[in-house]
């Protein structure tokens, strides 16, 4: 038994940029299937590696790493289930820190060997983030928050945190250090600009400078300060403080430092509805001189904050999630990508897959994945108005398409006939329920449906007898589960004399509270093997802590935890296959965990997305990932043993070194 829950861009021509060059190394990227997708959502930080490449990420939590001379994205790999702010390179190595917010007052800092795939260390936070770099020798980082003042000293290898100067007591928005790492120089909002002996932690010396500088960076090896005040560009001597230059003519904008041993510098300024792109530099007698000069209007409402220099081109990111380069020869261009298809939602039935696409395309593959065969041609359907699919991962190929958006649209059942990637399907609608409110789960159990809506009813049909079986009201359910073909489990928020959990009887109408302690019944989910798990949220003096059960309904007393998450998370999947439990909570991965004796975690393999669903596969764990991947796991290791990709044209099945590809007819 199984549930579920519920711009264009033109190419503006520029003059040369001439920029210190960058060495790059790349692979070749011609074939489609070797070029990664783009960025869904805004562009938010670009950074140039030591190797030439170009690394991006923004709002949907993927690290891009593009190669300028291919022209193309080559690998693209999700690090965050929240929005990636900003990002920092480590010098001299291939880490990367991110700074995470899902903007609704989570905050995170993660440190990632972006070339590993592995991640260093994650930290949260309670205040936003303004400011997060690495120091010049990359042993420490330097993270200020906006609601606390000062700066934090954290070791790059383990995330601990390291004495800082206790005196610097404002808030700040700019810090660096010196090639030694002995002196750091910080500049505060209000006006501050500030050296600090970090042995001492005492200041040295401060100078008063303009306030509420943007955009700030150190250029000409730590000589110059430069950023936007309220209405200029603005150049300090960065060891006096004193005002060199304020160019009013840029008005605001962002700096893309090239090289920060050099006194060039590109802006990239906007007023209005115009943008310009400046190559800029900082004469020896402190003036401002311009090298190039091009306006750019086309583009502004497509223009983000992420910008970098690689080689002799500046690349732009873009809100619609491209990436934009102005090369050194004075063209422009757009850099290649091939987005495969997301998926809403997944389900598996008996020997057969079944899975609705971004485009409300519906399609079938078999479940054994060594049955798919490049001379099939995989036939898909319209799926519209649905968004989600239902099964019985124990009954032979039914599936149940819903929505929860609204009302209007019956739930049909699928029902396969021939080799899933055919699609040839027989299909009837479940028109017993009522539908007064939006589904919010679905499960079933051979013939029979129990349908929950978004305030708390609950449905149950037979298919095969195709009669209404039973219908009851439980305030505050989150999810409902079948334990037999005659009981149900409701998992609830805990009222005034509630419990979270609580039995039905479909044929009687009686009800069962089970005294599980919980202050929320989030997730159920019942297996093949009939086990029953529960995802409870419990308070405690931090807030709330999320934990999975294996449910005794006959014995609650006996109910056993097998997993404690330290936060909040409602949104988890879960599957059992072979005496493991496969689950995402806690967001950034899935992990494998034994249904019985020691259950220490065990992670399951990554793929480039993080994992949206969990199923039971028999042989197999099937992950749904955030990227649109069906992966198949071994039930016991976690290793990835082969993953499926849909494009508009064209399917994929990569395993070990092997490529299959197939034609999709749509």
Known sequence: MTKRRARGFFLIALTVLIFPSLSAQSRNASRTGDIAGGHRGEVNALICDPRGRVLSAGADGFLEIWDINANAASERFQLSPYSITSMALRPGKAQVTLVESDSLGLYRISAWDYEQKKNLFTLRFRDSISYANYSAAGNFLMVARSGRTGVAFINSDTGEVLKSPQELTGTVAFAATGRSERTMISYMPSGVLSYWDLESG????????????????????????????????????????????????????????????????????????????????????????????????????????????????????????????????????????????????????????????????????????????????????????????????????????????????????????????????????????????????????????????????????????????????????????FIDENNMLIGRSVGTGSTAFLIVNVATGETVPLSIPASI??????????????GILSQNQNGYQTSVLI???????????????????????????????????????????????NTEARPIERSDGLPQSILEGERWFIVIDTEGNICWHDPRTGRLLASFKLYGDEWVLEKGSSTIRGKVNR
Request: hydrophobic letters at 35%; glycine letters at 8%; proline letters at 4%.
């Open 551 to 597: 449910i005794n309904t006959a014995n609650p007393a006996q109910s056993r935890k097998l997993i404690e998450y330290s936060s909040e998370d409602t949104k988890f999947t879960m599957a059992e296959a072979q005496g493991y439990l496969a689950t995402s909570l806690g967001g950034d991965r899935a992990s494998l965990y034994r249904t019985t004796g």
């Open 202 to 481: 005492e200041e040295i010396r401060h100078f008063n400078v303009p306030s509420n500088i943007s955009s700030p960076v150190l250029l000409g090896n730590n000589r110059f300060f430069a950023g936007f005040d309220s209405s200029a560009l603005v150049v300090l001597d960065a060891v006096s403080g004193q005002l060199i230059l304020r160019e009013s003519s840029i008005p605001r904008g962002t700096i893309i430092a090239g090289n920060n041993e050099l006194s060039e510098f590109v802006c990239l300024a906007v007023s209005g509805n115009s943008a310009t792109l400046y190559h800029l530099n900082i004469s020896n007698s402190g003036n401002l001189e311009t090298k190039n000069r091009r306006p750019v209007p086309s583009n502004l409402n497509q223009v983000s904050a992420g910008a970098v220099i690689s080689d002799n081109s500046v690349v732009l990111g873009t809100r619609d999630g491209q990436v934009f380069v102005f090369n050194g020869n004075g063209s422009s261009r757009v850099m290649n990508t091939h987005s495969q298809l997301r998926l809403l939602d997944a389900s598996v039935s008996g020997s057969a897959l079944a899975f609705i696409a971004e485009d409300s395309k519906l399609g079938f593959i078999p479940l054994d994945y060594a049955k798919l065969d490049s001379k099939n041609t995989l036939r898909l359907q319209d799926a519209s108005p649905y968004t989600h699919v239902s099964s019985d991962p124990a009954a032979n190929s039914g599936f149940l398409l819903w929505q929860s958006s609204n009302t209007r649209s019956f739930p049909v059942i699928k029902t396969l006939s021939g080799q899933p990637e055919y699609g040839n399907t027989q299909d009837a609608f479940i028109d017993k329920v009522t539908l007064r409110f939006p589904l919010r789960s679905v499960a079933i159990l051979k013939d029979r449906f129990a349908f929950l809506d978004s305030v708390g009813n609950i449905t149950v049909t037979d298919q095969k007898e195709g009669r209404l079986v039973f219908s009851h009201t439980s305030s505050g359910a989150q999810d409902a589960a």
């Open 521 to 534: 019944g989030a997730e159920i989910y019942r297996s093949s093997s009939g086990n029953l798990y529960g």
